[in-house]
Structure formats: C-alpha cells, structure tokens
C-alpha cells in the first residue's frame, strides 16, 4: 500500500501560481512512477506530468510544458506540481497517482495507487 495525500490547491485568478503537494507513505519508494492526473468538469481525467521516484526523470502533456514543473522530495516522501501561469482551463481536480516504475510512458499507465483529489479552479 501507498497512502497518498494532496494538499495545496485552491481559487487563484488566471496568471497565478499554486504548488499542489503529494505525501506518499510507505518504503521503497524509489520503486514507483508518481503522476499527476487531473479531470474538468464534464471531460475524461487526463494525464498532466509524471516522475521517475529513483532518478526524478519528468515527463509532460504538451499543454502544461513550460508553465508546470513536476518534482519530488526524497527526504520528505512527497511529491509537487508547481503551476505556474495557471489558466481557466486548468480548472480541475487535481490527482496524484503511483504505480510501481514499468518505463516511463507515464500516460498509458494503470494507477494503482490514488490521491483523495484537490480542486484547482482559475478565475479569468
């Protein structure tokens, strides 16, 4: 088992930032890809950026390269998406995910473990 907990989102005006927080419990982390995964209202839940727990590789959706910036904490166990220039339709909630590390074609992944969700909501 991986308990995953987020934190960190919120009401912002388009051009902001937010940080979202992920507390992954449990050993051997440096076995799992963490992901973030967010659904809008009305829409499939999408992949939005994913990470190598053992080396911090990163990998992306187009729509988020250059605002978003995934990462993690070995120390602290938990993972961030920081976003940046955050706009109406990043309007979601906002899940992190994990699974144990099979490459790193993070959106075909099948979750196994999940986040409770966050809501992210841009005003224009």
């Known amino acids: 088992q991986v308990p995953l907990v987020e934190s960190g989102g919120g009401l912002v005006q388009a051009g902001a930032s937010l940080r979202l927080s992920c507390a992954a419990s449990?050993?051997?982390?440096?076995?799992?890809?963490m992901a973030w995964l967010r659904q809008a209202p009305g829409k499939e839940r999408e992949f939005v950026a994913g990470?190598?727990?053992?080396?911090?590789?990163?990998v992306y959706t187009d729509s988020v390269k250059g605002r978003f910036t995934i990462s993690r904490d070995d120390a602290k166990s938990t993972m961030y998406l920081q976003m940046n220039n955050l706009q109406p339709e990043d309007t979601a909630v906002y899940y992190c995910?994990?699974?144990?590390?099979?490459?790193?074609?993070?959106?075909?992944?099948?979750?196994?473990?999940w986040g409770q969700g966050t809501q992210v909501t841009v005003s224009s």
């Open positions: 995910a994990a699974a144990l590390y099979a490459g790193d074609h993070y959106e075909e992944y099948q979750w196994t473990y």
């Open positions: 449990g050993r051997n982390l440096g076995r799992l890809g």
């Open positions: 990470i190598t727990w053992r080396d911090g590789s990163t």
